[in-house]
């Protein structure tokens, strides 16, 4: 119902930019939130940044808080993660999630993976020393 195209990783230098793109597409009228998340090879998965349907609520994994921005854009049906001052440890697949339930169960889950209906394919980024 609900398709997800992510785009924009790469590799990059410690400090460097990037910005992640997440685009979807079929029966977005059902889409209330939008979230990202990240695994590194051997770790866990874990939430990286998550943003609601107006824009209004946003939310941030601590170790991203103030180098990471979340946005979207309804018009175009893509949502963005802009990651500034990028360090080795952000190197990990960075997917996108589509929330479906509403605003109530979205803020109180949107920090748990299982809470998303629809994922993206992944994109990779890598952060060099």
């Known amino acids: 119902q609900v398709q997800l195209v992510e785009s924009g990783g790469g590799v990059v230098q410690a400090g460097d930019s990037l910005r992640l793109s997440c685009a979807a597409s079929g029966r977005t009228f059902s889409i209330y939130g939008m979230g990202w998340f990240r695994q590194a090879p051997g770790k866990e998965r874990e939430f990286v940044a998550a943003i609601s349907w107006s824009g209004g609520s946003t939310y941030y994994r601590d170790s991203v808080k103030g180098r990471f921005t979340i946005s979207r854009d309804n018009r175009k049906n893509t949502a963005y993660l802009q990651m500034n001052s990028l360090k080795p440890e952000d190197t990990a697949v960075y997917s996108c999630?589509?929330?479906?339930?509403?605003?109530?169960?979205?803020?109180?889950?949107?920090?748990?993976?299982?809470?998303?209906?629809?994922w993206g394919q992944g994109t990779q980024v890598t952060v060099s020393s």
């Open positions: 999630g589509a929330h479906t339930s509403g605003n109530v169960l979205f803020n109180r889950r949107y920090g748990t993976a299982d809470a998303y209906s629809y």
